[in-house]
């Protein structure tokens, strides 16, 4: 026997929906909710742990004796069981809240007890049912005598039986949406427990979609609306060739001039399975109306109301019966795609209760109302933090905008504005525009921003970066650790001293050295670099001159409204450079100013090319002294000067002693050595320094192009085309990336780059950056929607005025995309050059070498490896479009990794 | 790495006597670091020089450290430390003429007890506070100090002197006597961050001064100094941070408000814009290590040793000479207005290491009271200054503590009677104030916000002052400019402004703080 409770189910599908228990040949099926919480009821002794054990999962029952256990060591501690009922709600509530379907194994023949679980099933907005095993008073006297720890007698049996007699006449009123009662030993024995999936659950489909915002009896918009998406439409169906699927967020109905017409067309696409729809507030209302349930007639459903009324008898009830049947939302692609007709907070996707229904229908409204007399709604999206993306109607606005992975896609047909689509995966938006004003509408649309009157300025809560986080990336694997400390670290760094997040779209890596050399003279050397590539398999790698400097982001719009458009930054600038922590470069903003205006203007080429009204630069700007001349003079210059003052008086000291004949031993020779090395230290530091006024002697050497319109080009292009690309860009601004290029097969071409960093070091060279030219963050994971890139097979070898090149052609050997690629190859390593090195190990490193050499690159290597791909993760949700805090919280983890503690001289 | 002693009493090998090393032998003396070497350049009846020239080896110097400590850094590989003379050299003094430095000399007991002619020279000795302070510091000894600025690079004359200088001393001084006052007066020129530490440093400073530090006139500066080097902190994640954006670590030190009562300085603008950093002379709280407290305390009440106004800190800004310090009128000031708008839940909002959540919690009608601050480093010398380990419960659970930044928004910022961004605004960039607005005006939304920031126009008053009045501070508003700024945020969160001023209220140029009570209505 089954007690129905439709009215408590939250309105949820049909009222006809089939019931949940059938008996089938003896055997009674009992249906439960996939997400839900399901009370067992019935005295001790009626089985109850019995059938939990043989119908859910072990980690799905949650008993108050074992909860009794937890709390007092004996499970059958009487006077522990509040405490005992604490922590049973707790975990219900925890695993209800995670989405889990829950049984609570207890008798529960009290309807206080009852009361509880179900009032949190409800907080939870899960449905709950009661399974109640109604066994006679013997057998669960019998059973409890054969067990010693059960040692209460007979009577606390006959209590609750009484209890559960005196509650079985109205647990239908307790809020259950079902109550299931099993009769006798045999009966519960031969039960059987499915679960059903909830109305809701569509995950199954993977589209693609075309979701069409409301349409609000505009029929003929909606006809020209299909078949722009290249929809065939008949009168009362449409199909598409390529079997896309349409999806309605609602309100067909009301205010415009022919809603049967509508409803015809969405019922027949509906049937056919070309199309789902879910409720809007007008269907329901309208619902109600046609019902004859009291409504105030407004907001244009008498419209409705007299155009349905010229229909026949028949269409009226099957429009009824359409629209009764809708759902509050959809779940669709795995989860990836919400639809609800006001849109649906996180917590709320799947779930089913009056709150939820309510939320997708009218939206989260403060209760107060505006000046038009209309509610004043919550601004949910800005808040929104959900991987799945919301798509939804109901408030209209002059442009659809993404707030948070969130569109709304009402815009105001009715009202003459347009009727517009989005279509998913691809994200593009398709609109016609109304045939004319349908509908004055009672206040005027909404500009994008419209939740908060203006724009939101991009802000990031604290919980997108604080704590201990696992951030997932899409290259390199996997969820990346950043811990606690480490995020505390980056979020004084990040919010006392970074540009606008807006503008951080991107934190550079840091890079490992190559394994210790065992070269005389050498600590690092570039056959190591090529060892380790080889092995990799590898077998082309670009060489590319390390400049010393400071590393540069450069992030560049075309005008300051692109900037307000694509990056949410309205204040009428239109890029930012900033350093490898965040910080601007330049604090005049003037001259910040200066250089992004200069920037933008040589890179304007670049974005016709690019076709993208924005990019992303990865470089270095020179001199070092430009940023580091602090740092510079208080270490670098001081210890120059301490030692080129000290060390003369120290030889004419030791010299003196040795002129009396004092035997010194080595220690003269050893001195004079480091006043040698002293002056070159000094050489080494001086070669990176010269004076800038302003911009003047400022110079930026681009070596990546990180992203652009659409496409993370970091990801998908490999370096020749970056260097291509890059080497086209004339001005003095610019400074080259000399590159050579080498095949890891070949002993000679290897020798050739060898050559050219031996060569590149001797005249003061920092160093080189030795990386494979194949694309370095493995194969993107949908190819085909980040845009294909020029072939580097054909172009990269072709701009030759970027600088020295030697070695073979790097059109050789076009890297394969897709191609599968050992994971923990590094993405470029640094080959510093002997003298460079004393700026990093001081100035007498060379006497020691062979103490240094006892390095270790694990730790380096490893956060190398994991910076790279949180780089670029940021790097593909910018390009994908993803909202702010998902693109924040990828470079935030970069920089919070930086603050591990490493060996800084690696 | 290098420190020569001369003397020409006669004969003048008698030198090799009273340090306790043979003229004519090169002796060596391994230290944890390198090796020290004494070795006489001459050795004639006239003239002789001791030299102990110090040859410190930069890879033993980190590996005898641990990577916790502070100099885990870049800057301990390339550091002045084999070159200048620091600490080091002090250290392997005071081991390698240790009996000298007692003043025992068995051989020539009367040359040892009294004073010789002697000639110090240091080629590069780093000297915080330039050749000047180096002849404050000698000169009240006896001692006759040439001190030359070392430049930094030739090639670069604009960067101008390093902080070395060469310095020669001449005097007649007991060789004891001298010794003892490198010992001290090096690390104390020096006043870097790297240096050992021992638990007994008090007791050796003691000592070692003895005989001439109680009658010193700068002996605060000293005492301070040396005991400054106690200040060592482990190496956070923050530090890393700093370095690696080319900046100098200090630079970015949280702007945590110096503990200035103890030593009778008053405010940051009259501390000397060219000490001005925080963590200059005087540590600062954030740099402490968790249990030193005892320490912190008998250096604050001043019960070790007398501890004077430092002249290089001491302020001749208006607040000097008695009247009450900036910070303590501004604290009273807002507690004043708190008390006037009856406020009963409060947050401080940048609350540094909690001077004012302090004040709150001394006051039962403040019934809930929270400091949020962005820099993990100042929490914990808050917690520790409020003895938060200690606090009974019921007060405990008045207060909240906790990290957040004024460019997030943050749920634990709100639901208070008022909020309190006491010298905060200026701290943060303005393009990135937009954003501080809409976490504390319109998602927080306490009642009432209490914002204070220095009166720009007032800066004329300090006679010392060029610049702004704390390096970390990204502007200085003048009163119309301020006023500007709170009538635009009023009219777009919808609240209302009245202003206040705090100190002394020029006639000419304004109060030096002023101080804005914003009361916003309902939710936004």
């Known amino acids: ?906 | 790495m290098l420190l020569t002693i001369s003397t020409t009493v006669r004969p003048a090998t008698d030198l090799g006597f009273l340090l306790h090393k043979h003229p004519d032998r090169v002796q060596e003396f391994g230290q944890s670091y390198g090796t020290a070497r004494v070795f006489y350049p001459e050795a004639s009846e006239e003239r002789c020089t001791a030299a102990l020239m110090l040859d410190v080896d930069p890879v033993r110097l980190v590996r005898s450290r641990g990577r916790s400590t502070p100099d885990y850094a870049l800057g301990q590989y390339v550091n002045d430390r084999p070159y200048a003379a620091s600490s080091l050299l002090a250290g392997a003094l005071a081991d390698v003429f240790r009996t000298a430095r007692t003043g025992r000399c068995a051989s020539r007991p009367e040359l040892a007890a009294g004073p010789i002619p002697l000639e110090i020279t240091l080629p590069a000795l780093p000297c915080r506070g330039g050749p000047e302070l180096a002849h404050r510091l000698f000169e009240p000894l006896g001692w006759e100090v040439e001190a030359r600025a070392v430049p930094l690079d030739e090639g670069f004359p604009e960067w101008g002197d390093s902080r070395y200088v060469r310095l020669s001393l001449r005097g007649e001084v007991r060789l004891a006597d001298a010794l003892n006052q490198l010992y001290v007066l090096l690390p104390v020129l020096d006043d870097a961050k790297h240096y050992w530490i021992a638990s007994d440093e008090v007791d050796k400073l003691i000592r070692a001064g003895e005989s001439w530090l109680a009658a010193h006139p700068e002996r605060g500066l000293i005492t301070r100094r040396y005991l400054g080097r106690r200040w060592a902190l482990t190496r956070t994640a923050f530090a890393r941070l700093a370095e690696l954006g080319d900046d100098v670590e200090e630079e970015l030190e949280p702007p945590v408000e110096e503990e200035t009562a103890a030593f009778g300085a008053p405010e940051d603008p009259d501390a000397g814009p060219a000490e001005a950093p925080p963590g200059g002379t005087a540590p600062p709280d954030g740099t402490a290590p968790p249990g030193e407290d005892a320490v912190e305390d008998a250096v604050s009440e001043g019960t070790a040793l007398p501890a004077q106004g430092d002249p290089v800190d001491d302020g001749n800004g208006p607040e000097a000479g008695g009247r009450r310090p900036l910070n303590v009128l501004r604290r009273e000031a807002v507690l004043a207005v708190l008390g006037e708008l009856g406020a009963r839940t409060v947050i401080d909002l940048g609350c540094g290491t909690g001077q004012l959540v302090g004040a709150l919690l001394a006051d039962p009608s403040f019934t809930r009271v929270a400091g949020a601050d962005v820099s993990s480093q100042a929490l914990a010398v808050a917690a520790r200054k409020l003895r938060l380990d200690r606090m009974p419960d019921r007060q405990r659970a008045r207060l909240e503590l906790f990290q957040g930044a004024l460019t997030y928004t943050d749920d634990r910022f709100s639901g208070y009677d008022a909020a309190v961004l006491m010298e905060v605004v200026e701290h943060v960039d303005p393009p990135r104030l937009a954003a501080l607005e809409r976490v504390v005006f319109g998602a927080a939304r306490p009642g009432h916000v209490i914002v204070t920031t220095p009166n720009a126009e007032y800066n004329v008053r300090y006679e010392f002052l060029t610049g702004m009045r704390h390096p970390d501070h990204r502007f200085e508003w003048t009163r119309a400019e301020f006023a500007a700024w709170a009538e635009r945020v009023c009219a777009e969160y919808r609240c209302t402004v009245a202003f206040r001023s705090v100190g002394d209220d020029d006639p000419e140029v304004g109060p030096p703080t002023q101080l804005a009570v914003f009361t916003l209505g309902g939710t936004e």
Request: with cysteine.
């Open chain 1, 1 to 906: 026997m089954t007690e129905e409770n439709a009215a408590l189910t939250g309105g949820e599908g049909p009222a006809a929906e089939a019931a949940g228990q059938e008996g089938r040949g003896g055997v009674t099926r009992i249906a439960v909710p996939e997400m839900s919480l399901v009370v067992l009821v019935g005295v001790s002794g009626s089985g109850k742990s019995t059938f939990a054990r043989r119908h859910f999962a072990p980690t799905q029952v949650v008993s108050s004796d074992f909860c009794r256990g937890l709390v007092a060591d004996d499970e059958n501690d009487q006077a522990a069981t509040p405490d005992a009922f604490d922590v049973l709600h707790y975990i219900v509530r925890t695993r209800l809240r995670r989405g889990l379907l829950t049984v609570v194994d207890a008798t529960n023949v009290q309807w206080e007890a009852r009361k509880q679980l179900v009032d949190l099933a409800k907080a939870e907005n899960v449905l709950v049912d009661a399974i109640v095993l109604d066994v006679p008073e013997e057998v669960a006297i019998a059973r409890n005598e054969t067990r010693p720890d059960r040692d209460f007698g007979p009577q606390v049996v006959r209590r609750q039986r009484k209890d559960l007699r005196r509650s079985l006449g109205k647990i239908s009123r307790d809020g259950f949406r079902r109550v299931h009662v099993l009769r006798g030993a045999d009966e519960i024995e031969a039960a059987e427990v499915v679960t059903e999936r909830a109305w809701t659950d569509r995950r199954e489909l993977t589209g693609p979609f075309d979701i069409i915002g409301d349409v609000h009896g505009c029929r003929a918009e909606l006809e020209a609306l299909l078949r722009e998406l290249g929809w065939q439409v008949g009168p009362d169906g449409a199909t598409h060739p390529e079997g896309r699927t349409a999806v309605f967020v609602g309100d067909l109905v009301d205010r415009g001039p022919d809603t049967p017409g509508v409803l015809r067309l969405v019922m027949g696409m509906v049937a056919a399975g070309t199309a789902l729809c879910v409720s809007g507030n007008h269907e329901q209302k309208l619902a109600r109306a046609l019902n004859g349930r009291k409504v105030r007639v407004a907001h244009g459903l008498q419209e409705s109301l007299d155009q349905l009324a010229a229909e026949p008898e028949e269409f009226r009830k099957a429009a009824l019966e359409f629209m009764d049947g809708l759902i509050s939302h959809y779940q669709l692609d795995g989860g990836r795609l919400v639809v609800a007709h006001a849109g649906l907070k996180e917590a709320y996707h799947g779930r089913a209760s009056g709150r939820v229904r309510s939320f997708a229908l009218y939206g989260d409204t403060t209760g107060e109302t505006d000046e038009y007399g209309l509610p004043v709604r919550y601004p949910w999206a800005r808040e929104y933090r959900g991987r799945a993306m919301v798509v939804y109607g109901h408030t209209p606005v002059t442009e659809p905008e993404w707030v948070n992975n969130t569109i709304c896609l009402d815009t105001g047909v009715v009202f003459g504005g347009r009727l517009t689509a989005l279509r998913y995966p691809s994200r593009e938006i398709v609109s016609v525009p109304a045939e004319k004003v349908w509908y004055e509408p009672a206040r005027p649309l909404a500009a994008p921003g419209h939740e908060a009157g203006r724009r939101d300025p991009g802000l990031l809560s604290i919980d997108d970066v604080r704590g201990t986080r696992h951030v997932e990336v899409r290259h390199g694997g996997g969820r990346i650790k950043v811990r606690e400390e480490n995020s505390a670290a980056a979020l004084e760094i990040m919010s006392r001293f970074a540009v606008d997040p807006r503008w951080l779209v991107y934190l550079p890596p840091t890079m490992a050295p190559p394994e210790t050399s065992r070269l005389d003279g050498y600590l690092e050397h570039p056959a190591e670099a090529f060892a380790e590539f080889a092995a990799a398999g590898v077998r082309r790698v670009v060489c590319e001159e390390k400049h010393m400097g400071s590393r540069a982001v450069a992030v560049l719009a075309r005008t300051p409204e692109v900037a307000a458009a694509r990056f949410g930054v309205a204040d009428g600038s239109s890029g930012a450079v900033h350093t490898r922590t965040g910080r601007p470069f330049f604090s005049d903003p003037a001259v910040a100013g200066e250089l992004v205006d200069r920037l933008r203007r040589v890179c304007a080429p670049l974005m016709d090319e690019l076709g993208s009204d924005w990019l992303v630069l990865d470089g270095e700007l020179l001199p070092w002294s430009a940023k580091a001349e602090g740092l510079i003079r208080s270490q670098y210059a001081s210890v120059g000067a301490a030692a080129r003052t000290a060390l003369p008086e120290a030889v004419a000291a030791l010299e003196a002693a040795a002129g009396r004949g004092l035997d010194v031993g080595g220690v003269l020779e050893r001195t004079r050595r480091r006043l040698e090395n002293a002056a070159r230290f000094r050489d080494a530091y001086a070669r990176y320094c010269w004076p800038v006024a302003g911009l003047d002697g400022i110079r930026l050497a681009p070596f990546q192009i990180l992203a652009c319109e659409g496409r993370a080009t970091a990801v998908t292009e490999p370096h020749p085309w970056h260097l291509e690309m890059l080497s086209r860009l004339d001005d003095p601004l610019i400074a080259p990336t000399r590159h050579v290029y080498a095949d890891l097969d070949s002993a000679e071409s290897r020798e050739a780059a060898t050559a050219w960093w031996s060569a590149l070091t001797a005249e003061g060279g920092e160093g080189m950056v030795v990386k494979p030219v194949a694309v370095p963050g493995g194969p993107p994971d949908r190819a085909g929607e980040t845009g294909s890139g020029t072939d580097p097979g054909t172009d990269s070898g072709t701009g030759a005025d970027s600088g020295v090149r030697t070695g073979a052609d790097p059109g050789t050997e076009p890297p394969r995309r897709g191609q599968a690629r050992p994971s923990r190859v590094q993405p470029g390593i640094k080959v510093r050059g002997r003298e460079y090195l004393r700026i990093i190990y001081g100035p007498d490193y060379t006497e020691s070498l062979d103490v240094l050499r006892h390095r270790f690159l694990g730790r380096k290597r490893s956060l190398a490896l994991r910076e790279h791909a949180l780089g670029l993760e940021a790097l593909s949700r910018l390009a994908g479009g993803e909202p702010l805090w998902r693109v924040h919280e990828a470079v935030f983890a970069v920089l919070a990794l930086e603050s591990e503690p490493v060996d800084p001289r690696l």
